[in-house]
Structures are given as C-alpha cells and as structure tokens.
Nanobody, 122 residues
Framework: QVQLVESGGGMVQAGGSLKLSCLASARTFSTFAMAWFRQAPGKEREFVAVIGWSGASAVTADSLMDRFTISRDIAKNTTYLQINDLKPEDTAVYYC???????????????WGQGTQVTVSS
C-alpha cells in the first residue's frame, strides 16, 4: 500500500511559478514510477508528466514540456512538479500517482493522492 500526499498548490497570478510536492509513505517508493495528472472542472483527467523509478527517464506532455518539469528525490520519498509561466488554463486539481510502469494513462497507476488545487488568475 502506498499513500501519497500532495502539497504546494495555491492561487497565483499568470506568469508566476509553483513547485508541487508529493510525499509517498512507502519504503518501496524507489520501485515505483511516479506521475502527475491534472483535472479541470468538467474535463477528464489529463496526463502531465511521469518519471521512472530511478529518475533517469521522464516524459512530459508535449503541450506542457516547455513549462513543466518533473523530478524526484528518492531519499526524501518525494516527487516534484515545477511549473513556470503559469497560465489561467493551468487551473486544475493536480494529482500525483504511483505505478509499476512509465505510462500516460490514469488506469496504469495504482495509487493516487487526494490532489492539490492550483488556481491561476489572469
């Protein structure tokens, strides 16, 4: 069982930056691929980025890769999402997820956090 707790969300103005964190409870954290998804009101959950168990491989959604960076600190059991140049369309609940493979679909991840709200004002 893996418990995930996100933090770092908030309200920011367009052009600002945020760094989201996801703390994992499991001692086996280093064996999981970790991902970030987001969900805006009335929309489906959207893939943002994923990073492999070692941190050596990472994939970011094409439309976001110039502003979003995923990373992980195995010693701290924490995965991060750095978001720069925030835009109003980035407003969503951001979820982290843990799974056994580097995927881009929600169904490929077994464990989810409760989400952290990011609101960007214009």
């Amino acid at each position: 069982q893996v418990q995930l707790v996100e933090s770092g969300g908030g309200m920011v103005q367009a052009g600002g930056s945020l760094k989201l964190s996801c703390l994992a409870s499991a001692r086996t954290f280093s064996t999981f691929a970790m991902a970030w998804f987001r969900q805006a009101p009335g929309k489906e959950r959207e893939f943002v980025a994923v990073i492999g168990w070692s941190g050596a491989s990472a994939v970011t959604a094409d439309s976001l890769m110039d502003r979003f960076t995923i990373s992980r600190d195995i010693a701290k059991n924490t995965t991060y999402l750095q978001i720069n140049d925030l835009k109003p369309e980035d407003t969503a609940v951001y979820y982290c997820a843990a799974g056994r493979g580097v995927g881009e679909k929600p169904a490929q991840f077994d464990y989810w956090g409760q989400g952290t709200q990011v609101t960007v004002s214009s």
